[in-house]
């Protein structure tokens, strides 16, 4: 009850609690990703790497936070460790829900997998995976180069679907 109250009498003096929002307001002109991975050097490079493509970054601590931005908004691009939140031999949510997304929704969004075991840029791999891009571990120096190029590249192939489907209304 006052919890209710306190936010009650944060939007009547003005300022607005989003404490209860999944994120805060994202410009809807930009592009947009999730970052899920743990190991803050990592974490840092792909951001890094994403800010200088002009894309919104959101970083997910746990994989039901991470669940929770998905419900709520279509990402541009996922970045997500292949033990993100989970332990060796369980199911990765995060994986596991873009695999089940329908096709107008998951073409609109590039899918990174970063794998300490498979090797960078393995296509066969990646849709074995349900990803568009893995990008090994002990390569993610190059991550801001391997990037551009791969979501220029995607960008690039699904234009006329894209443009369909917002002609079509359906996104």
Not at 81 to 91: A, H, L, Q, W
Not at 94 to 118: A, D, G, K, W
């Amino acid at each position: 009850m006052s919890e209710e109250k306190s936010t009650l009498d944060a939007t009547r003096s003005g300022g607005i609690d989003y404490s209860g929002r999944p994120f805060g307001y994202l410009n809807p002109d930009s592009e947009t990703a999730m970052i899920c991975e743990k190991d803050p050097a990592i974490r840092d490079e792909i951001s890094k790497a994403l800010k200088a493509l002009n894309i919104d970054v959101v970083e997910p601590t746990s994989f039901k936070e991470a669940l929770r931005y998905l419900r709520f908004h279509i990402f541009n691009v996922i970045v997500v460790d292949e033990n993100f939140d989970t332990s060796v031999g369980e199911v990765n949510y995060v994986l596991h829900y873009t695999e089940n997304l329908i096709m107008p929704i998951r073409r609109q969004t590039f899918v990174v997998l970063i794998s300490e075991t498979y090797p960078t840029m393995d296509n066969m791999r990646a849709y074995n995976k349900s990803v568009n891009l893995i990008i090994n571990k002990k390569e993610i120096a190059e991550a801001a180069l391997i990037l551009k190029k791969e979501i220029a590249e995607d960008s690039d192939f699904y234009y006329l679907f894209k443009e369909n489907l917002n002609k079509s209304g359906k996104i």
